[in-house]
């Protein structure tokens, strides 16, 4: 069964910073197939990015995905203030799988 | 551009059946580029996937939850519904309705969610 880990469980940074954030399977899945959402309270998750590295319509080039194997990274290379939110990873391998997300939440 | 709209009771009682139904726009509930599927989050929790639906009716579920759920599709109507049964409060949650695309396996669209709340 795979597990997605995401870390950290919270990113505290201020606007303008680099965030970096840690998607980890415990075993290795398909870059096609990884996914990274953004939620703010309220709302419905966003797609953000899709196979591992290509962003979704319309989102930012501020957001870049990476990775391969059981490590894959999302990152905002500068963080604007309505980045502040939930990002979760999703993977599909026979099915749909969300990690437990990470929180940026303004310093 | 594709909307998803869901609607149901939000108030369900213990050992009850939670029933949702899905209505599409702006594509073709038959489309072969989709699956349509269905997402919860319990209040202040994160995301768990309920099932998905092909048009042709072919079903995927969650494998915690397959024995209490049941995902159909009505193409004439252009909606999809799902049911679970024998609900706990542990059922509380946003219920989102979503579209998946074959290829890439994410959902590119999503309603904007229902509260269902399991209580007596």
């Known amino acids: 069964e795979i597990v997605l880990t995401q870390s950290p469980g919270t990113l505290s940074l201020s606007p303008g910073e680099r965030a970096t954030l840690s998607c980890r399977a415990n075993?290795?899945?398909?870059?096609?197939?990884l996914a990274w959402y953004q939620q703010k309270p309220g709302q419905a998750p966003r797609l953000l990015i899709y196979?591992?590295?290509s962003r979704a319509t319309g989102i930012p080039d501020r957001f870049s995905g990476s990775g391969s194997g059981t490590d894959f990274t999302l990152t905002i290379s500068r963080l604007e203030p309505e980045d502040f939110a939930m990002y979760y990873c999703?993977?599909?391998?026979?099915?749909?799988?969300f990690g437990g997300g990470t929180k940026v939440e303004i310093k | 551009q594709l909307q998803l709209q869901e609607s149901g009771p939000g108030l369900v009682k213990p050992s009850q059946t939670l029933s949702l139904t899905c209505t599409v726009s702006?594509?073709?509930?038959?489309?072969?580029?989709?699956?349509w599927g269905w997402i919860r989050q319990p209040p202040g929790k994160g995301l768990e996937w309920i099932g998905n639906?092909?048009?042709?009716?072919?079903?995927y579920y969650n494998p915690s939850l397959k024995n209490r759920v049941t995902i159909s599709v009505d193409t004439s109507k252009s909606h999809f519904s799902l049911k679970m049964n024998s609900v706990t409060a542990a059922d509380t949650a946003v219920y989102y309705c979503?579209?998946?695309?074959?290829?890439?396996?994410?959902?590119?669209?999503w309603g904007q969610g229902t509260l269902v709340t399991v209580s007596s």
């Open positions: 979503a579209s998946m695309l074959y290829y890439h396996r994410v959902f590119d669209y």
């Open positions: 702006g594509a073709s509930i038959s489309s072969s580029n989709y699956y």
């Open positions: 639906i092909y048009y042709s009716g072919t079903t």
């Open positions: 075993q290795s899945v398909s870059s096609s197939y």
């Open positions: 196979g591992a590295s």
């Open positions: 999703q993977q599909y391998g026979s099915s749909p799988l």
